[in-house]
């Protein structure tokens, strides 16, 4: 079946545009289909079973007659179903690709299929990262992602076993997804002979080392490859740029990793994420964090310490791929193991030769090289059903209220209760602050405080108008009373919003200065202390 010349349409009513990559085991296409004058696209994985005509002798040479082989191969194919219906109970969520639809086909002999499997179409995470640095908000935000699509494989029993740059990919609105559930299995089949599967690079120690693993296997994957990204694109023990790296120093840093030597700490000012991600890199399983969940709440907390860091004007590691050179970018381009094209490897790791099943072939390949707000999954505990009803929407609020409380920004509820500390002054009470309080050019003034006084000015001007002759008099010595004090609660208003005495002067600018004066002190006070005080309503 030659799919790069076929016309007719595949799933009723879509076409191929192109080939867009390839694999060991299938080839993706982008495909399309119209409707109403409106275009739709998505990937198509082509899968053929058996690859070639030659893997059939090698069958043959093994002792195998054509009824055998035919047994064989839909042994295969069933197992390949099996993967399938992995995708299907995992679809609907955003942060897993999605599955839409597959077909099987079988040719007259019995022994040779064509397996199309239809899913959206993404940017593969290398791609993405060619054109979009990965700073640290955006290595949280992985981070935080892959988590919620851990957390559904764990509810399901699935353990991905293969969590690397190759299969993660990037929806048009940025959010990052978990693809190729190829290498993943069922709890529930392999908990008593668990194969070796997945890839060297990013593997746990435990899988390395064929000792028995579970879900916690997934979550060391995920932190070593936030550790790479966080370590200026290097794994742990190797060379940090610019010095190259050997061959010798691969071997090295992965014996030294698989046996469990303490990780070198990441070069990064937000020490909370720093621990997170070392924490999930333990070598121990029981060391790390117990779930997908877990992990993805001390992301969650690193995320709020992130954006402390980043208001303090703390800079932040970027890794650039438009600044690196070109032989860093070969040497790059060696190390990402399998280049093939998005989805390329989804659902095919484990279609191997039977006799071949139980081996494991190495690959050496370390990786060596973030927009909107993250969606948030609700807690998936559920009460045991003997809970009567009131008992159970006991617990539905109670995991309601703690799902509501990581989203609440500590520094808004600090903020709310201060603001709420202390009262607002009455009119009178800033008039009084006015003469007594206000008299330098110190500290910080709120909001109210100033139109309070505002207020009192305007009135007195409006009373002394009103009185012939000795009112003007009257006015003349009240404003040189209180020019010093009012310039002095002027400087103190900017203050309070940050800003310099210097900014006055904007007074001078026509029109354009007056109308930007009014919009600083009708600002709100900062709701933390800065260079010139404390903030007012405290």
């Known amino acids: 079946m030659n799919m790069q010349s076929i016309n007719e349409p595949i799933f009723g009513n879509w076409y191929i545009e192109e080939k867009i990559g390839s694999g060991a085991f299938g080839t993706v296409y982008k495909i399309k289909r119209e409707e109403f004058g409106e275009t739709y696209y998505a990937a198509l994985k082509v899968i053929r079973i058996p690859l070639d005509d030659q893997e059939i002798s090698s069958l043959r040479s093994e002792g195998m007659d054509d009824r055998s082989i035919t047994a064989y191969y839909k042994d295969l194919v069933q197992n390949l179903v099996s993967e399938i219906k992995i995708l299907n109970s995992l679809k609907g969520n955003s942060n897993i690709v999605s599955y839409e639809d597959h077909r099987i086909l079988e040719d007259e002999t019995g022994t040779r299929y064509t397996i199309l499997i239809r899913m959206e179409l993404l940017t593969p995470l290398k791609e993405y990262m060619m054109h979009n640095p990965m700073d640290e908000e955006k290595v949280i935000k992985l981070g935080l992602d892959m988590c919620s699509a851990l957390k559904l494989c764990e509810k399901n029993h699935i353990i991905h076993r293969d969590i690397k740059p190759d299969n993660i990919f990037v929806s048009p609105n940025g959010d990052f997804k978990l693809g190729d559930f190829g290498v993943a299995k069922t709890v529930e089949k392999t908990m008593s002979q668990m194969s070796k599967k997945g890839t060297a690079t990013f593997m746990a120690p435990e899988v390395y080392l064929g000792k028995p693993y579970d879900h916690r296997a997934d979550i060391y994957s995920l932190g070593l490859l936030l550790y790479q990204f966080l370590n200026h694109n290097r794994a742990p023990f190797l060379p940090l740029p610019p010095n190259s790296i050997t061959f010798s120093d691969r071997e090295k840093a992965t014996a030294k990793r698989i046996s469990g030597e303490v990780f070198p700490p990441l070069p990064i000012e937000n020490q909370e994420l720093a621990n997170v991600v070392l924490k999930a890199c333990s070598c121990d399983p029981s060391e790390r964090q117990a779930s997908a969940e877990e992990f993805y709440n001390g992301l969650f907390n690193a995320m709020n310490a992130e ?139 709120r909001r109210s405080d100033y139109w309070h006084v505002v207020l009192i000015n305007v009135l007195i001007n409006a009373v002394c108008v009103c009185i012939p002759i ?54 709100d006070s900062q709701p933390t202390e800065n260079q010139y005080g404390q903030n007012p309503k405290m």
């Not at 990786?367 to 009460?383: G, L, R, V, W």
């Open 470 to 523: 000795v009112g003007y008099g009257l006015l003349a010595l009240y404003t040189l009373a209180t020019i010093v004090p009012s310039i002095a609660l002027c400087v103190r208003r900017l203050h309070d919003i940050g800003k310099s005495g210097i900014h006055l002067l904007l007074f001078l600018v026509p029109l354009a200065g007056v109308i930007l004066m009014l919009v600083w002190f009708t600002t």
């Open 307 to 445: 954006r402390s860091l980043s208001e303090s004007g703390t800079d932040q590691v970027v890794v650039d791929f438009n600044e690196t050179t070109d032989t860093d970018l070969d040497k790059t381009v060696t190390d990402f193991d399998d280049l093939a094209s998005p989805l390329s490897d989804v659902l095919l790791q484990d279609i191997e030769p039977a006799p071949r099943e139980d081996l494991f072939e190495e690959t050496v390949s370390p990786f060596d090289k973030i927009n909107n707000q993250n969606e948030f999954t609700e807690s998936e505990k559920k009460p045991p059903e003997s809970q009567s009803g009131s008992e159970t929407d006991k617990h539905e609020k109670q995991d309601f209220e703690k799902t509501i409380s990581q989203f609440d920004d500590p520094n808004k509820k600090d903020i709310v209760q201060t603001a709420s500390s202390k009262p607002k002054n009455s009119v009178f009470q800033s008039f009084k602050l006015f003469f007594s309080g206000y008299t330098d050019f110190k500290g910080r003034t």
